[in-house]
């Protein structure tokens, strides 16, 4: 063991662990993508069109979007239950996955 090479305690296992195989640890963890999947298990991706099976009330928009209405090009945020599309008249709309099937 060398003398000058850093150490860092490891949550997940309970260990301390040297910087570099840390480091590497990390880098294999930021490669994992969510996935996400619609309502009846279909993997969704960035681009994907969707189609709502529920009518859903927007909060804070006065608007209902009703079952069937087709949502283009959505955007994955990186949990796997919602998905961020837009849709005209609201801005920043968040769907959760279990409301759309994929198109």
């Given at each position: 063991?060398?003398?000058?090479?850093?150490?860092?305690?490891?949550?997940?296992?309970g260990?301390?662990?040297?910087?570099?195989?840390?480091?590497?640890?990390?880098?294999?963890?930021?490669?994992?993508?969510?996935?996400?999947r619609?309502?009846?298990?279909?993997?969704?991706?960035?681009?994907d069109?969707?189609t709502l099976?529920?009518?859903?009330?927007?909060?804070?928009a006065?608007?209902?979007?009703?079952?069937?209405?087709?949502?283009k090009?959505?955007?994955?945020?990186?949990?796997?239950?919602?998905?961020?599309?837009?849709?005209?008249?609201i801005?920043?709309?968040?769907l959760?996955a279990e409301?759309?099937?994929?198109?």
């Amino acid at each position: 063991m060398s003398g000058d090479e850093d150490f860092v305690y490891d949550e997940a296992t309970g260990e301390w662990i040297s910087a570099s195989e840390a480091a590497a640890k990390s880098s294999a963890t930021d490669e994992d993508v969510v996935e996400v999947r619609d309502a009846v298990g279909n993997l969704l991706t960035d681009g994907d069109q969707v189609t709502l099976i529920k009518d859903l009330v927007v909060k804070g928009a006065g608007q209902t979007l009703k079952r069937g209405t087709l949502i283009k090009s959505i955007r994955l945020t990186g949990d796997p239950q919602e998905i961020d599309c837009r849709y005209e008249g609201i801005k920043g709309l968040v769907l959760r996955a279990e409301f759309v099937k994929k198109r």
